[in-house]
């Protein structure tokens, strides 16, 4: 999740993504020059995960990637209107480029062809082929054989910043002990991100911590959060912040969202907020007025703007 950092339209230049590259890291990112570079604007900005980032890198690939030393922007390379931020702590946790990766695996073996005679002149499976290669340093000549490899290893499979790709922990793997990965530690601003969402169930006390799971774009994922971490009022009203922003501009503001899903979202935002509109028009507008002066009641229930 990040904080203190605002994003209103990016207009960047579209990189080039070299990912068949032979190098350690997978994918090379280098600059378009000259007036061919395109200007996209971005159309929607999500907060990725640390898994999340390692998956579309591993998969279709991101662009436009710059760091700027406490957090990655950019883009999909297949979808250049969606643009992301991820903390480059996150990048770093345990096991985080491991599950990226090993969901990349998983998406490139659904286009692998079924069929043995289209093995190599499918053109989709052909490009999946490639990719898990890079992955992986595995190499089948059909799906059958890429799936027993997958069934055999995928509990001991790690990322290797040395090898640069995927390995299996012989050692794990002779001695039948899976490698369990880490249940990730969230920041407080996270946690209540995703409350603020609705996305968090099974949430659980465990002695000092707080353990459940908390949606992603890959599904649920499991976390732990010291208790006393969720007592930072600064903490829960950044998170409330960015899921007002979440529910207003990647949501009600948005043409597409509807009747019954429309109306769920703007309910969501008047238990967020106390505020009572019943028009997408009415939220934009209060977003804009008021999205920098925001700050957590002094219940700590919600969200209100502060008085200038």
Sequence with gaps: ?????????WRLHILQVGCLAA??????????????????????????SGVNYWFWQGYLGVADVIDNGVA???????EPGICFQVLRSELHEPFVRTRGYKLAVLEWFKRLPIEPEQWETDPAGRTAQQHLRILTRQDFSSREQWTRW??????????SDAAGHLIVDEKAKLAKSPIAEEIGEITATQYWFWQARDWLKDTREDGAFIRGQGWTEHGYQKFRIPKGALTDRTAKEEGYKEAVKGYILGGVALP?????????????????????????????????????????????????AEAR
Excluded: P
């Excluded at 999740?1 to 339209?9: A, D, E, K, P, Y």
């Design 256 to 304: 597409e969202l509807k009747d019954a899903a429309l109306e769920q979202f703007m309910a969501r935002l008047r238990d967020l907020t106390g505020e009572s509109y019943q028009k997408r028009e009415e939220w934009v507008e209060w977003w804009n007025e008021h999205k920098d002066h925001l700050v957590l009641s002094t219940d700590g229930q919600r969200l209100v």
């Design 23 to 48: 190098v350690v890291g997978i994918c090379i990112v280098g600059v378009v020059q000259g007036a061919e570079a395109n200007d996209i604007e971005c159309r929607e900005v999500r907060e990725f």
């Design 150 to 159: 997958w069934v055999e290893n995928n509990d001991y499979l790690l990322w």
């Design 1 to 9: 999740m990040l904080s203190g950092m605002h994003i209103s339209v």
């Design 72 to 78: 990655l922007t950019g883009r999909l390379s297949h």
